[in-house]
């Protein structure tokens, strides 16, 4: 049997019936096919237990990795209040999950586990597919104590921006703090494709103190205080809603060693002493650069994500794409709610089923043959998924 998917979608006030409709949609599409992988993505307003236990009283056995987020992606446009399963299917494909619930507390010591785990294996992993969440764990950390060359990708949970709530899936449990990988063997390659439609604007800055995730002062200033002589508004109203979490679209830049593209860190929100609370850490005395988006320029983005996806699945034929999108892309492109979406499907076609989501981190393989894990942020991250030749 040949490498098939679906995706189902439901919407209810009840957390069960909705995970157990939307389980029953896709099952339903895979028509006579065995699932071989369960994927789940939640609204963060939804009883996380409850869905998964819709979803498993019809998908007994099946291995699930699920995430939350601020809203989910399907074929059908932006889905914030609906729950989403998507379904691989394959004789010759694997899946095995795992539950890491110590992931914030030590990120680096997860990424050793995964890597044992592995290597326990005789046959290598085709890819590895993890959600982690995005507010407490150190995502650089756990990216550079990743093994070379690993085929790994995924995102940090999303959720409610004031709450600062996220969570994980794997099999029958799930959390926050946590991490929840799937590795993937058999039949299957993977292409990948991400970019971000963020560009310096001329406004530059010196990181003068910085603690953890905590971005205190640039050019000896409250952080707020810069943004506000930037954009106006008092440094006050920053810390307050909607401008709080809106800080995430006006993300700074950074030089890379390694080429000429500036590295993209963005603001989870505003805290009340003017910082910015970031999800990775910052080193006091480098150079920042004020980076602005636009709606045509993250769309064109999404067309050169999908492209390079589909470049990397060379004659292959796609049968699923994972599509995770940055949360400040949700904001951006408020008024063409779904448009990167649509983009995405003018190139794979509207017969290849897609789900994803909203996330505020994306974990992509390096493009280069000893790289580490890149983690980025503010990025469209495309994964196209077919069936691998036999000759391969």
Not at 289 to 317: E, N
Request: hydrophobic share 40%; charged share 15%; aromatic share 8%.
């Amino acid at each position: 049997m040949t490498l098939t998917a679906a995706v189902g979608h439901a919407q209810t006030l009840d957390a069960r019936e909705a995970g157990m409709q939307a389980a029953h949609q896709a099952l339903n599409s895979l028509g006579a096919a065995s699932p071989s992988l369960g994927l789940i993505i939640v609204p963060h307003r939804y009883d996380h237990q409850q869905v998964i236990n819709g979803a498993a009283s019809l998908m007994a056995n099946v291995p699930m990795i699920g995430f939350s987020v601020s809203a989910g992606l399907t074929q059908t446009g932006t889905n914030s209040h609906s729950v989403i399963v998507a379904m691989l299917a394959g004789d010759e494909l694997q899946a095995e999950t795992h539950w890491f619930p110590s992931y914030s507390q030590g990120s680096a010591e997860t990424a050793t586990r995964i890597s044992q785990l592995l290597g326990y294996e005789q046959r290598p992993a085709e890819s590895v597919i993890f959600f982690a969440d995005g507010l407490n764990g150190n995502a650089e950390e756990f990216c550079a104590a990743l093994p070379a060359g690993m085929p790994i990708l995924g995102g940090l949970s999303s959720g409610d921006p004031q709450g600062a709530n996220s969570f994980q899936i794997a099999g029958l449990q799930s959390g926050m703090g946590s991490l929840a990988a799937a590795f993937l063997r058999g039949n299957l390659k993977v292409g990948v494709g991400h970019g971000h439609g963020w560009h310096p604007v001329g406004s530059h800055f010196r990181v003068t103190r910085s603690r953890g995730f905590w971005l205190r002062t640039l050019d000896g200033q409250p952080a707020s205080e810069t943004y506000s002589k930037l954009f106006g508004q008092q440094p006050r109203e920053w810390a307050s809603p909607p401008l709080n979490y809106m800080a995430r679209i006006y993300p700074l830049g950074f030089e890379q060693e390694h080429g000429d593209e500036l590295l993209v860190r963005a603001p989870l929100r505003v805290e009340a002493d003017g910082s910015f609370r970031m999800n990775c850490g910052l080193r006091d005395g480098s150079d920042a650069y004020l980076m602005v988006g636009s709606p045509a320029d993250c769309l064109a983005t999404a067309r050169q994500a999908t492209q390079d996806a589909l470049l990397a699945l060379g004659d292959t034929k796609p049968v699923f794409a994972l599509v995770l999108v940055d949360t400040a892309w949700q904001m951006l492109l408020q008024a063409q709610s779904g448009a990167e979406l649509k983009a995405v499907q003018d190139l794979l076609g509207e017969a290849v089923p897609v789900a994803g989501g909203y996330t505020i981190g994306q974990i992509v393989p390096s493009v280069q043959v000893n790289g580490h894990p890149g983690f980025l942020n503010q990025n469209i991250v495309v994964a196209v998924f077919g069936e691998k030749e036999p000759t391969e």
